[in-house]
């Protein structure tokens, strides 16, 4: 498990890592996992000796946001890396599908997905 102290409003510090940022818990959570901490970690921030947010995963919470109606959160977009160009003597990969591919995987319709985050927020904090 992680400690972290919660400096102001919008920073955050974390193993030598201070973090400045509107959401700075969840900027927090995606700098430790780029420094190589294991997603599954919790992560537990504190002002003063006071916990204020419990966090399950920071794997989870790297990939929220602070809703844009500032209530509650939301997923980041995925983040996808292109493919390094080839050069154009080089033939691609042949797209049509071989009769041995399998069919693709359905996604699930969005009322499938639970929407939970592991978040809990202190109750000291929700009076």
Do not use: W
Not at 37 to 63: F, K, M, Q
Not at 84 to 97: H, Y
């Amino acid at each position: 498990m992680i400690k972290a102290q919660l400096r102001g409003d919008d920073t955050a510090e974390a193993c030598g890592l201070t973090i400045r940022n509107s959401s700075p818990v969840l900027a927090l959570c995606r700098r430790l996992i780029e420094a190589g901490h294991d997603p599954s970690t919790r992560l537990e921030a504190y002002r003063g000796d006071v916990l204020c947010l419990s966090i399950r995963s920071i794997g989870e919470a790297a990939n929220l946001t602070v809703s844009p109606h500032s209530v509650g959160f939301v997923r980041l977009p995925e983040r996808r890396i292109a493919p390094p160009k080839r050069p154009p003597d080089k033939p691609g990969p042949d797209p049509s599908p071989r009769p041995s591919d399998p069919p693709p995987t359905p996604i699930p319709p969005p009322s499938t997905i639970r929407p939970s985050i592991g978040l809990t927020v202190s109750s000291s904090l929700a009076a």
